[in-house]
C-alpha cells in the first residue's frame, strides 16, 4: 500500500453511497494514512473528511477476529454499526448484539436496540446502558429517541451529505451552539 493508493480507496469508498470494498479495508487505510501524517486530525485534513470519520474507522480495527470476519464479508456493512460494535467492550453483549443484528432484515443499530425492547435477553434499557458504557471516557454520548419518520429523515439527509446521522446531529448541535455564542 501506497500514499495514492490509500488515499484513492478512502475517496472512492467514503464519498459515494456505495462502497466497493469492506470496512476494514478503508479502515486499514485511514491507519496507513495515520501513521504518514501523524494524526487523526491530519488525515482528515487531508481526506476532506470529519475527524469523527476518520476516528470511528480506526475504532473499528479493535473488534475481536469474529466480529471483523462479518465486516470482511459485508454482514456488518454500515460504519455506523460497526463503530457502536467496537465501542461494546462486555464480550457477553458484544455476542448478544451481534447475534441481534445478524437476526434482523437491516442492520442497522438502532434497528436492534428496538428489537431488544422485545427480548428479555437484552432490555432497551440494557442496550441503551450497554451503549453509554462501552463510550471512551472523553466521549459525551446524548442518546435521543426519534420516532421512526424524523429518523429516516435524519438518516436521508446525512446519506445526502455523506455523513452518518450521528454526525449530521453533532454539526447541527454544533451550528446551533456557535450562533448562541454570537447571540450572547
Not at 478512502?10 to 462502497?19: A, E, L, M, Q
Not at 465486516?71 to 467496537?86: E, G, H, N, P, Q
Not at 462501552?134 to 455523506?162: C, M, T
Request: proline share 2%; charged share 35%.
Amino acid at each position: 500500500m501506497d500514499e495514492e493508493n490509500a488515499l484513492a480507496v478512502i475517496f472512492t469508498n467514503t464519498k459515494r453511497h456505495k462502497r466497493t470494498i469492506d470496512l476494514l479495508t478503508v479502515a486499514e487505510c485511514f491507519y496507513f494514512l495515520r501513521n504518514i501524517y501523524g494524526t487523526q486530525e491530519a488525515v482528515a485534513e487531508k481526506t476532506d473528511l470529519s475527524r469523527e470519520m476518520v476516528r470511528e474507522f480506526l475504532r473499528i480495527r479493535n473488534l475481536p477476529e469474529y466480529v471483523k470476519k462479518l465486516i470482511r464479508s459485508r454482514k456488518v456493512d454500515s460504519i455506523d454499526t460497526a463503530y457502536r460494535l467496537a465501542n461494546i467492550k462486555d464480550e457477553q453483549t458484544l455476542r448478544i448484539v451481534i447475534d441481534k443484528l445478524l437476526s434482523l432484515r437491516t442492520h442497522d443499530f438502532r434497528d436492534v436496540i428496538s428489537t431488544a425492547k422485545e427480548n428479555a435477553e437484552l432490555s432497551i434499557d440494557a442496550a441503551r446502558e450497554a451503549v453509554l458504557k462501552s463510550k471512551p471516557q472523553n466521549l459525551h454520548v446524548f442518546v435521543l429517541d426519534f420516532d421512526e419518520e424524523d429518523y429516516r429523515k435524519l438518516v436521508g439527509i446525512a446519506k445526502n451529505r455523506n455523513n452518518s446521522p450521528a454526525e449530521l446531529v453533532k454539526r447541527i448541535v454544533e451550528d446551533w451552539l456557535s450562533k448562541d455564542r454570537v447571540g450572547s
